[in-house]
């Protein structure tokens, strides 16, 4: 028999207030390699223990985030709300990892009981514990990732960080510094991009519509360089088409002080090949200039294969190969290299990339590079020398060269034994004029519609940009067979001479182009 109240009614329903959940989230992103993942950072606030997590596959620099966000918030005077705090950073089987997700999980909290319907900002900075926003060295990567994939219009950033983030054109920039400024703006929706823009401090030329930037500013130059005149042809050579070039010669004759020369004569780059040097920088923990001279990086024989190519056991780093990027990657001593990192160059050599596999990730560098090198005849290094005796037997000589194997050497354009030093040496071509004659031969190469410098053609565009006069022709055809040339040697000789023949501005590859490429092959 069912309770009844005094009038005779039912009574009434529990008026208990139902669990509600506030659901906000804004954008972010995290690193994978060189490219940025978008991640979505939503929150919930639900009646139960006060609590605090972060979930979504996280790493220990974002756990730790929660600690900087309560400090932050309390410290600026914002009340900590007595619910269960619960952020989850989607998609939740990316592995998320940066100190940047600090404020993006600050504003959810600050503004839990208002609607944030924000579908193309993105927030980006650390937070100190008194509410400042603090830039980090992924930051630049991931912006100019995002940018690159199209998928970033604006977004909150910090403001120290604008100074680099102004090299980015086309995203609206909302500079912060603080977290109170970011939640005004967020409140009141008075998205005020920044107007500080980059304008690079360096010359520049205008080929086909593409802007190229150049800095003429020579810190050795090739005048102090006395005699070794093949030796400076070869490199002019080199640096005109962003050809490999090795040299041989004994200790001593100007092989590292040519090597250190050529980083002054590189040909210009366009703004986005800066970003991306800029990009590894940030990557190796270094505060790029934006400059537009191209980098030149010089390992040791004793570095480490991982230091070379990249890796590590948890997250793989950016190594050598890779911040040689659009620049030099100048290898001194070349036979003392280990074996395994000289044929894990060949990769890189050919297709101009460094790949790195582990377990827990797969990361693709871009890793464009001139590679040049620099080793001695023999392990004693007089084999050349008129003036002092050779000490290695035949069979360390054999040992000594049978380091470098064939298919490696094959990937070198220019081979050049170095003449020993005389007296009668005088001073040459200074590297103010092979600087002007590189720039030359670089407008020939980009008006012909190349997009590839002459070194890095691939094979559809050696047929195309490579022709040979009839009589070159012949030549070429001769020397196949005399000389067994493989494909990969066949089209590294013509490289060789387009270049040779835009340096002289010759519309086509002709007799004395041939030869010339020629006498720089491997023997």
């Known amino acids: ?21 506030i659901v906000n989230s804004l954008l972010s992103a995290t690193l994978v390699g060189l490219s940025a993942n978008k991640i979505e950072v939503e929150a919930t606030f639900t009646k139960g223990l ?7 596959l996280v790493s220990s620099d974002i756990q730790e985030s929660k600690e900087r966000v309560k400090s932050s918030l309390l410290t600026n005077e914002f009340k900590f709300p007595p619910l269960k705090i619960t952020v989850n950073l989607s998609p939740s089987d990316i592995k998320k990892r940066g100190t940047h997700f600090d404020l993006s999980i600050a504003l959810l909290i600050a503004l839990q009981k208002k609607s944030l319907d924000e579908s193309e900002l993105y927030v980006f900075g650390e937070l100190g514990l008194d509410g400042r926003v603090k830039s980090s060295s992924t930051l630049f990567p991931l912006i100019l990732s995002l940018k690159e994939q199209g998928i970033l219009k604006r977004a909150i950033v910090p403001k120290e960080a604008m100074p680099h983030l102004s090299h980015i054109a086309g995203v609206e920039f909302i500079a912060v510094e603080t977290l109170t400024e970011a939640i005004a703006i967020l409140k ?12 690079y401090q360096a010359d520049s030329l205008t080929i086909n519509n593409q802007t190229y930037y150049d800095e003429v500013s020579i810190e050795s130059d090739f005048i102090d360089v006395k005699g ?40 210009p780059l366009k703004e986005e090949d800066m970003l991306t040097i800029a990009k590894h920088q940030f990557l190796d923990g270094t505060t790029p200039t934006f400059s537009p001279k191209r980098p030149m990086r010089s390992p040791h024989h004793t570095a480490t294969t991982a230091s070379i190519f990249g890796g590590g056991s948890t997250q793989a780093r950016i190594g050598e190969v890779a911040l040689a990027h659009k620049g030099i990657l100048f290898f001194d001593e070349l036979p003392h290299f280990s074996k395994n990192i000289l044929e894990a160059l060949r990769e890189p050599l050919q297709d101009r990339k460094v790949n790195i596999s582990r377990v827990s990730s797969k990361v693709e ?35 000594y060269k049978n380091r470098l194997s064939d298919p490696f050497l094959d990937r070198i354009d220019l081979f050049v034994v170095m003449q020993e030093i005389s007296a009668e040496d005088k001073k040459g071509i200074s590297s103010k004029e092979m600087k002007n004659m590189v720039n030359r031969s670089f407008v020939i190469q980009k008006n012909r519609g190349q997009e590839n410098l002459n070194g890095k053609l691939l094979e559809h565009e050696i047929e195309k940009f490579c022709i040979l006069s009839k009589e070159a022709e012949s030549i070429l055809f ?15 000789i013509k490289k060789v001479a387009r270049t040779i023949a835009d340096l002289e501005a010759s519309k086509d590859i002709e ?10 092959r491997k023997r």
């Open 228 to 267: 070794q005149n093949i030796a400076k042809r070869a490199a002019l050579i080199s640096a005109s088409g962003m050809h490999n070039f090795m040299m041989e010669g004994n200790p001593g004759c100007g092989k590292s002080m040519i090597a250190k020369r050529l980083k002054d004569i590189l040909p």
């Open 478 to 492: 001769s020397a196949i067979e005399r000389f067994s040339l493989s494909h990969r040697s066949l089209g590294s």
């Open 511 to 520: 007799k004395g182009h041939i030869l010339e490429a020629l006498s720089y």
């Open 50 to 56: 006060p609590g605090f997590s972060v979930v979504g």
């Open 1 to 21: 028999m069912s309770e009844k109240n005094h009038s005779g009614n039912l009574p009434p329903k529990s008026t208990k207030p139902k669990n509600e959940t």
């Open 188 to 199: 009141n929706k008075s998205y005020q991009a920044s107007t500080q823009k980059f304008t």
């Open 365 to 399: 560098y871009e890793a464009d590079i001139m590679f040049v090198a620099a080793m001695n005849p023999c392990a004693c290094g007089n084999l050349l020398s008129k003036r002092k005796a050779c000490r290695c037997s035949e069979q360390e000589i054999k040992r």
